[in-house]
Every structure is written in C-alpha cells, then in structure tokens.
C-alpha cells in the first residue's frame, strides 16, 4: 500500500475526512507509515477534503500518509504486517452492523503484529458502542488490555479526535469509576488501547503433545526390542 523500507505501519481504518495525524497530537515520526482505510460513504468527496487537510498540514511527510478504500472485514495487507491499528469513531458510525464491527475487529487482528497496539476511540456517538461490549469483543480474540478504558481523558483522547468540549467531559475520579464498574456511558467519549500478546498454548494442546511423545518413545523401545 505505498509502505516501504523498515517503517512501522500505522493503520487507521475507517478513516473520514480527518486522519487523525492532521487533527490530533499523536503525530508521526519520521521511521512511521500511515495508511488510512475508507470504509462507507461518498469517497471521492470524502478523499478530495482529507487530502486537502494533508497537504496543508505541516510537518508532516506526504511521502508516509496513504489513503485507500477498502473493506474493513478483508483488509489488504498481509497477516501481522502492522505495527498500530486505530478505530475513531467507527464502532459508535450506525451504519455499521454490529455483526461487521466484529468482523472488522477480527481481520484488524488479524493484521495486527504481535506486541502491537489496537487502538479505539469514541468521542460523537459512544453510547452506540458501549465500552463494556467492545472489552468482550477484544477480549475474544484474544488482545489484552491495557489501560482501563479512559472515560472523558482529554489528553489521551486528544491524540486522536478533536471537535468535542472539554469541559463537558471533566469528570470527579469516583464518578469515571461507577460509570467503568456498571457499563454505562452517558454520552462520554473514551479511548481504550489492547494489545496482541503470543496466544499460549491451551491445555489441551500440551496434553496431546505430552501423549504423542510418550507415544513415540514408547514405540522407540519395541522396535529397539
């Protein structure tokens, strides 16, 4: 998709016409590749603004920013090819089936490296995507996570959206707490990052390995008698 060298990839997909390396702080370095995914809508119209913000932004290198349509359940990039995968505002978008939000999820994993970070935010609709139902999701496929689902933390958040009033969302700890323990998200934004880990290998797994060892040592021995 344009990526070359040794850079790490970052993908953002469901990508509008603000990729978030032109509105938030998390901002790219020079060893860094942005490829950015277009998932519904007008897409010529939609390309035409985004481009326009990259070309005015400064400081960042046109050379590592591609943008490409294409469908978030069959990416196409190579298994474990990408090093930071980000979600902003996708999960809350109604015209996305929950059905395709987890298989879009699925193939992101899919992609993911080990050790890498899959990244969601949610700042316009986050009631149409409950925190507690993303966890399940990611944790279904086995990411870990990794920070607690930050409800209302402007400087986390800020590195990847912008467009929404602080103020609003300065919430006492132990109220961000009761909202984390019951699920509920009263139209707060959050952000939630997990991570791929090595899957391990299940008990039944091992079991089968232990008996074909002991089988073949076994078998070993009869035909040396």
């Not at 790490?8 to 901002?27: A, D, N």
Request: charged letters at 25%; glycine letters at 8%; a neutral charge.
């Amino acid at each position: 998709m344009g990526c070359e060298g040794e850079k790490r990839i970052i993908l953002e997909i469901g990508v509008g016409e603000k990729p978030f390396p032109t509105v938030g702080k998390r901002q790219l370095s020079e060893n860094e590749c942005y490829i950015g995914v277009y998932l519904y809508g007008d897409y010529k119209s939609t390309l035409a603004n985004a481009k326009d913000r990259i070309k005015k932004h400064e400081g960042l290198d046109k050379r590592n920013v591609h943008l490409v349509k294409a469908d978030g359940r069959g990416l196409p990039l190579r298994t474990e090819s990408v090093d930071e995968i980000v979600f902003c505002n996708v999960f809350g978008y109604e015209k996305i089936p929950p059905q395709n939000r987890i298989q879009m999820t699925q193939d992101a994993t899919r992609v993911l490296k080990i050790g890498g970070v899959l990244t969601v935010v949610e700042t316009y609709t986050p009631w149409e995507s409950p925190f507690n139902e993303v966890r399940s999701n990611m944790h279904s496929l086995g990411l870990t996570e990794h920070n607690n689902f930050d409800i209302g933390n402007i400087a986390a958040i800020d590195q990847y959206a912008d467009g929404f009033d602080a103020e609003l969302f300065n919430l006492p700890s132990f109220t961000q707490h009761f909202y984390k323990m019951h699920g509920y998200i009263p139209e707060l934004p959050y952000i939630a990052r997990f991570t791929k880990v090595q899957p391990r290998e299940g008990v039944l797994t091992r079991l089968k390995s232990f008996i074909r060892n002991k089988l073949s040592r076994w078998q070993n021995c009869v035909s040396l008698n």
